[in-house]
């Protein structure tokens, strides 16, 4: 497993290195990394998880997907009775998701418009809508995120990806954006943007919430990074 840096909050986050997405509004900088066996991996989490009383895993990065050791880092984590949460952007997770062993996906959907999704993220979005339906007619306990951008990924763009979505009637989160690198020379949606896109989802989907509603990502209390 190639990993960039170990975070502890109420959960145990797993960054893992390399993307095959180019996002214009990625927040995450790495510059090096360092590849550690899953077993090793494993039993490093396993000495947090004692020390710092928490249970859950989250994977991500860059894109966990690319990780080859995946599938078996995933099944030892979950013999040691973990909760495994895996955040992709989906373009790879159709190939492996049957191997994985986690409890809970959020696939990233940064648009249901082609053309923007290529402008935000260097690819098409065709596999991530065919991840989608595979994970749907599966049954998996996944969910979608879309981070809603004024003037780029508006209010319409989120109507069109619920439409989509209410095929398999998908849980649905929409997240406001943050001007981390404003590589997107794009503002903070308001609060009123985030509901009102809230509103419009629910339209077509029974299980809708937003950034405003709760915060995923508790406040980092320690990081841990590893010497090439």
């Known amino acids: 497993m190639k990993i ?11 960054m893992c290195y390399g993307c095959n997405f180019k996002c214009k509004n990625c927040f995450v900088k790495m510059d090096s990394y360092k590849e550690i066996p899953p077993n090793k991996l494993c039993k490093i989490i396993d ?7 928490v249970n859950t895993i989250l994977i991500a990065g860059g894109e966990p997907t690319l990780q080859k050791d995946l599938p078996e ?13 895996l955040t992709t952007n989906g373009y790879y997770l159709k190939n492996i998701v049957d191997d994985l062993f986690v409890d809970e996906i959020h696939v990233d959907l940064k648009a249901f418009d082609d053309e ?4 935000l993220t260097g690819k098409s979005n065709k596999n991530v809508l065919k991840c989608i339906e595979y994970l749907a007619k599966k049954k998996l306990n996944f969910e979608v995120d879309t981070v809603l951008i004024p003037n780029i990924v508006d209010i319409d763009e989120i109507e069109n990806i619920a439409k989509f979505l209410s095929r398999w009637d998908v849980k649905y989160r929409i997240i406001g954006y943050t001007p981390f690198n404003n590589n997107l020379n794009a503002r903070k949606p308001t609060n009123e943007e985030i509901l009102k896109a809230k509103e ?7 299980n809708v919430t937003t950034s405003l509603d709760f915060r995923r990502h508790k406040k980092v209390k320690e990081i841990i990074k590893f010497d090439k």
């Open 4 to 14: 960039g840096y170990l975070s502890i909050s109420d959960k145990i986050t797993v």
């Open 47 to 53: 000495n947090l998880c004692n020390k710092k009383k």
């Open 73 to 85: 880092f995933t099944r030892l984590l979950k013999s040691k009775d973990r909760k495994v949460i």
């Open 116 to 119: 923007k999704h290529k402008y």
């Open 200 to 206: 419009i989802a629910k339209k077509y989907l029974s």
